[in-house]
């Protein structure tokens, strides 16, 4: 399952909230499933392998992408791969662990699954499904996009009825997700160039609104929706570092994650407009529930939860500085961004090609 899904596991299970047992056991069925299959695919995939030399096989990268297979195989191996990295990110509709996880677990360990955890999946299917599966990926797009797009739809929707903050910020991540794996299969360069400045960029935001939801959390003890208000009053400061994360998860011109939507639109677009303008949807739903959020939450009038809150300290005035610094930095300018990554593009295109 990788060491961030046993981190998880063993944080959440025994410091999450109330329902942490059942979350918990929810994410180890899916991932240890995932895992299976995965390292079914493997063994394969390893029997059909040989190093050049003296028809040993061989679990090196390389020669897993030399493996002789046969279309067939492909098919085959596609289903198993794909099954266990679309589970590590999610999709739908193989998404169902991670709101329940995200809500239950403790945020520190909520920013591993988040932000680093589910990037892997994305990850995986770059580093593996393309170059080593070419020919399913090519007859799957379709099917793969598919998927992402009506959980894109299917998540933003889910997310405009939250009144939990952690799983309003577990839904936006779903459709993010969605959004980035359906880059991946568009096979287009500037699509893969864009998931590679969204990953990035999707960690920085949300792990800057986890650090905001913790804070709140901390100084109401609560994290309905319903019962706060007028934050804004109280704690200036931290209201002005939600409004530009928030901003930036919705991808607002000037903000890093506009710069990788924008590449990932731009490819999927040179794959089927229908799916470009699909996933659009999600643009208007992403600031829909964005900006309900913040009104709600942030304006308004103070109440008895909110009346006694107090602004942020020093120390983590500087962490959100930092995030903010890191969101502007990457939408002004990210060309040291996409230089550092268009090498690792142009070689992934290359072996699927």
């Known amino acids: 399952?990788?060491?961030?899904?046993?981190?998880?596991?063993?944080?959440?299970?025994?410091?999450?909230?109330?329902?942490r047992i059942p979350a918990t056991f929810k994410f180890f069925v899916y991932t240890f499933a995932g895992s299976l299959l995965m390292l079914i695919g493997i063994i394969y995939v390893y029997l059909h392998t040989n190093d050049g030399s003296a028809g040993v096989h061989s679990f090196t990268i390389n020669a897993f992408y030399n493996a002789q297979l046969t279309a067939a195989d492909q098919i085959g191996l596609f289903w198993l791969f794909f099954i266990a990295f679309a589970?590590?990110?999610?999709?739908?509709?193989?998404?169902?662990?991670?709101p329940d996880a995200y809500e239950q677990a403790p945020t520190a360990t909520t920013m591993v699954l988040s932000g680093i955890m589910v990037k892997m999946g994305l990850f995986a299917c770059i580093r593996w499904l393309l170059p080593l599966l070419p020919t399913a990926a090519i007859k799957f797009d379709n099917v793969v996009i598919g998927l992402s797009v009506v959980g894109m739809i299917y998540?933003?929707?889910?997310?405009?009825?939250?009144?939990?903050?952690?799983?309003?910020?577990?839904?936006?991540?779903?459709?993010?997700?969605?959004?980035?794996?359906?880059?991946?299969?568009?096979?287009?360069?500037?699509?893969?160039?864009?998931?590679?400045?969204?990953?990035?960029?999707?960690?920085?935001?949300?792990?800057?609104?986890?650090?905001?939801?913790?804070?709140?959390?901390?100084k109401t003890g609560v994290r309905k929706i319903s019962q706060l208000?007028?934050?804004?009053?109280k704690a200036?400061?931290?209201?002005?570092?939600?409004?530009?994360?928030?901003?930036?998860?919705?991808?607002?011109?000037?903000?890093?994650?506009?710069?990788?939507?924008?590449?990932?639109?731009?490819?999927?677009?040179?794959?089927?407009?229908?799916?470009?303008?699909?996933?659009g949807l999600s643009i208007i739903l992403a600031a829909v529930y964005t900006l309900n959020m913040v009104q709600k939450v942030f304006y308004g009038q103070v109440n008895a939860v909110t009346s006694a809150i107090n602004d942020?300290?020093?120390?983590?005035?500087?962490?959100?500085?930092?995030?903010?610094?890191?969101?502007?930095m990457m939408g002004i300018y990210p060309q040291p961004m996409i230089e550092l990554t268009k090498s690792g593009v142009q070689a992934i295109m290359t072996k699927f090609n």
Not at 229 to 233: H, S, T
Not at 255 to 273: C, D, W
């Open 1 to 19: 399952m990788g060491v961030g899904a046993y981190t998880g596991l063993f944080l959440s299970s025994r410091w999450g909230g109330e329902k």
């Open 87 to 98: 589970i590590k990110m999610p999709i739908f509709p193989f998404h169902t662990w991670q």
């Open 155 to 218: 998540a933003s929707l889910i997310a405009i009825k939250q009144d939990d903050l952690k799983r309003l910020v577990a839904y936006s991540s779903i459709a993010h997700i969605g959004l980035m794996c359906a880059g991946i299969f568009s096979r287009t360069e500037v699509g893969l160039q864009g998931v590679m400045l969204q990953m990035f960029s999707h960690g920085i935001n949300i792990i800057g609104l986890w650090i905001v939801i913790d804070l709140l959390e901390k």
């Open 229 to 233: 208000g007028g934050v804004a009053q």
């Open 236 to 279: 200036p400061v931290l209201t002005i570092f939600l409004v530009i994360i928030a901003l930036a998860n919705i991808a607002l011109p000037l903000t890093n994650a506009f710069v990788g939507e924008f590449m990932i639109f731009s490819g999927l677009f040179k794959f089927s407009y229908w799916y470009a303008v699909v996933a």
């Open 312 to 328: 942020i300290a020093l120390h983590e005035k500087i962490i959100l500085s930092v995030i903010v610094v890191l969101i502007f």
